[in-house]
């Protein structure tokens, strides 16, 4: 059974920072793309960040270019999510998610249960 546990998530000022990981058990990881969702109330869920099964390549939204970095161990396999400046519409449920191949869709074979960000003004 594959599962993908996020951790680190919690209440920080507006131009503070977070660290969130997420620890999968489960299914090969470095055969996996592995990347960030999230979700703010009453809006869709968007896609943030993604990182390649080599961790050579990464794709980013434009609303965190810059200021949130994905990397990952594959040794623990555990993907990371950095996220520097944050802002208020940085507020959300982060999901991580995993499959085999790297994409910004929806469509991620497996996803975590979501960490909450709350970022204060």
């Known amino acids: 059974q594959v599962q993908l546990v996020e951790s680190g998530g919690g209440l920080v000022q507006a131009g503070g920072s977070l660290r969130l990981s997420c620890a999968a058990s489960?299914?090969?990881?470095?055969?996996?793309?592995m990347g960030w969702f999230r979700q703010a109330p009453g809006r869709e869920r968007e896609f943030v960040l993604a990182?390649?099964?080599?961790?050579?390549?990464?794709y980013y939204a434009d609303s965190v270019k810059g200021r949130f970095t994905i990397s990952r161990d594959n040794a623990k396999n555990t993907v990371y999510l950095q996220m520097n400046s944050l802002k208020p519409e940085d507020t959300a449920v982060y999901y991580c998610?995993?499959?085999?191949?790297?994409?910004?869709?929806?469509?991620?074979?497996?996803w975590g249960q979501g960490t909450q960000v709350t970022v204060s003004s």
């Open positions: 990182i390649s099964r080599d961790g050579f390549t990464t």
């Open positions: 489960g299914l090969a990881f470095s055969g996996y793309a």
């Open positions: 998610t995993a499959d085999l191949g790297m994409h910004t869709t929806h469509t991620w074979r497996y």
